[in-house]
């Protein structure tokens, strides 16, 4: 049977497609140590299990296709308090992060229309990019660099007359750089400059870890038209399994277009949006406890990663992710050895390899990311097991 073109060109996610083998380590009884999946272990705010106990309607009904109005307003009010002046027409509820992504990239490309995106870069937006058509255009960044790409005369020369979009994400998935607010006043003037829509994934924004004030691309209305911020509750208030994520721009008429799609799939979960209202009462406290426990983790797996020999990584400024370079050749081949064939007292560790963050064939081969969502002490467990397995494989290689 046939299977398009568009679904062919697209991967398997390096997060995720190492989970059969997983199982079967498991299976066989060794404990694995997941560094591979973003999904933190801080507790969800009762506020959001509380609306939904306190659910009292007689029928589960559909939601509003552009979100429940209460969410609406609560995303609203948050950034208010960011200082931004949003209309409830600015805003579409999604189900994730993820939808708003899809739907943004099947309203904005056609087939062959470029976006050019910082790589290393979130391997979903390969699968959104692609589904709808569309190129990726890579920026490279490298490891001894930081990952940093905001150069104005980078992102110029890759403009050609089918660029649609700049993609960028701050803080970093999956480098954890932070954009300076200069940096994104540059970023501001390519886009309008060129007339191109600039999309900003601020899913991370509240981890950041130097003590600057939360930045926003909606801070810049003269790129109205321009700009696009994609959010979400997954990472901010640690409820991944909510699914609900906002599509945020004053581009009214891009955002008729989206909403095409949102009356298409009729409507994210209600359940999931009571909750998610829910959320954006909680205090800001919460916020602070939460950036607190991820800085000490960073700072953990940053001490150990470079106790090892060979291992390149800059210290990540926001978010909950790093990437590193390992001395190995493919981390592909390395991640899946060290679920089939190696344990250091019943215990191994997983990652994410790099090469599905780019896109430009070959790059990131050797190189891995890592979610520091675990606990201390797991952590720290976890990057031995990271340094035991390295030795090992490369012995085995005669390295």
């Not at 009292?56 to 979100?67: E, F, I, M, Q």
């Not at 056609?110 to 979130?122: A, K, L, M, Q, S």
């Not at 801070?219 to 994520?245: H, L």
Request: glycine share 8%; charged share 25%.
């Amino acid at each position: 049977m046939h299977i398009s073109e568009k679904a062919q060109r697209c991967e398997l996610s390096p997060m995720r497609k190492f989970h059969p083998y997983a199982v079967e380590a498991v299976r066989q009884g060794r404990k694995i140590y997941h560094l591979n999946i973003g999904q933190p272990d801080i507790p969800t705010p009762a506020a959001f299990f509380d609306a939904v106990r306190g659910f009292a309607d007689p029928v589960l009904a559909y939601a509003a296709s552009p979100g429940e109005p209460a969410l609406v307003e609560a995303v609203r009010d948050y950034y208010a308090k960011l200082n931004i002046p949003l209309d409830a027409s600015d805003i579409l509820i999604t189900t994730g992060g993820s939808e708003a992504l899809l739907m943004l990239m099947l309203s904005i490309l056609d087939p062959g229309d470029e976006v050019i995106v910082p790589e290393p870069f979130y391997p979903n937006y390969n699968t959104f990019i692609r589904a709808a058509g569309g190129v990726i255009r890579p920026l490279h960044t490298a490891p001894e660099d930081g990952y940093r790409y905001a150069d104005r005369a980078r992102f110029e020369a890759l403009i050609n007359e089918r660029t649609r979009a700049l993609l960028i994400t701050s803080p970093g998935n999956p480098t954890g750089v932070v954009l300076h607010p200069q940096e994104m006043a540059m970023l501001k003037d390519v886009a309008t400059d060129h007339g191109l829509y600039l999309i900003s994934d601020e899913v991370y924004r509240e981890f950041i870890y130097d003590g600057e004030r939360l930045h926003t691309m909606l801070e810049f209305a003269d790129a109205a038209e321009n700009t696009v911020i994609v959010d979400s509750i997954s990472k901010r208030f640690s409820a991944c399994g909510a699914r609900v994520g906002a599509l945020i721009s004053r581009n009214r008429e891009l955002m008729q277009q989206c909403l095409k799609f949102c009356q298409g799939r009729l409507s994210v979960a209600t359940m999931d949006q009571v909750g998610a209202a829910a959320l954006y009462g909680v205090e800001s406290g919460y916020f602070a406890a939460t950036r607190d426990e991820y800085r000490r983790r960073r700072d953990t797996v940053v001490r150990k990663l470079r106790e090892i020999p060979g291992v390149i990584c800059e210290e990540p400024k926001g978010a909950f992710y790093l990437m590193a370079a390992l001395p190995v050749d493919d981390a592909d081949a390395f991640q899946r050895w060290l679920l089939t064939d190696f344990s250091d007292r019943g215990e191994t560790v997983m990652f994410a390899p790099g090469e599905g963050f780019y896109a430009t064939p070959g790059k990131g081969r050797s190189e891995i990311r890592i979610a520091y969502i675990l606990c201390q002490k797991d952590l720290e467990r976890a990057i031995d097991l990271l340094a035991l397995g390295i030795e090992a494989y490369n012995r085995r290689d005669g390295v």
